[in-house]
């Protein structure tokens, strides 16, 4: 893992309110709240050390699996630009899991070619939005892979 220890209460959740709001509720519940997002969506949470505060920061996101492997995708609702934590983990891929009260340490990867287009469809299929966000922005949105360690 990273030279920066992880530390749990110090991790710095996401600035935006309602994301937070919920990352304390799902905290809180061990995913009894927060788990089910709108339509049923799940939600897990990822932890990625800052590249440049060298700060763990924790946002909720919606995944899929693929086999032992979750998945989620770096939309920013199809912003022009990557989420920052998409930067952080590309930056530094050992990253922290929590799924309902399952908590434990990843290695991220991007997907890329036929790997990519089939986690698409799985994503697209767990919330059609992606493929809206994915037609209003000129970058291809990367789907991120997180393998256990």
């Not at 309602?18 to 990822?46: C, M, N």
């Not at 609702?77 to 983990?89: E, F, K, M, R, S």
């Amino acid at each position: 893992m990273s030279d920066t220890p992880y530390d749990e209460a110090k991790v710095v959740d996401s600035p935006t309110d309602w994301v937070s709001s919920h990352i304390q509720k799902y905290v809180q519940t061990e995913g009894a709240d927060g788990h089910d997002f709108r339509s049923g969506a799940p939600i897990l949470l990822l932890t990625v050390l800052g590249r440049k505060s060298r700060v763990w920061r924790r946002t909720a996101l919606i995944y899929g699996q693929a086999g032992d492997a979750y998945v989620v995708v770096a939309s920013k609702g199809g912003a022009p630009t990557h989420p920052a934590w998409y930067g952080n983990l590309v930056a530094h891929p050992e990253v922290h899991v929590q799924v309902k009260g399952a908590k434990f340490e990843a290695r991220a990867r991007v997907a890329a070619g036929p790997e990519r287009e089939k986690l698409w469809k799985l994503m697209a299929g767990i919330w059609p939005d992606y493929d809206a966000y994915q037609a209003h922005t000129d970058r291809e949105i990367p789907v991120v892979v997180l393998d256990a360690v």
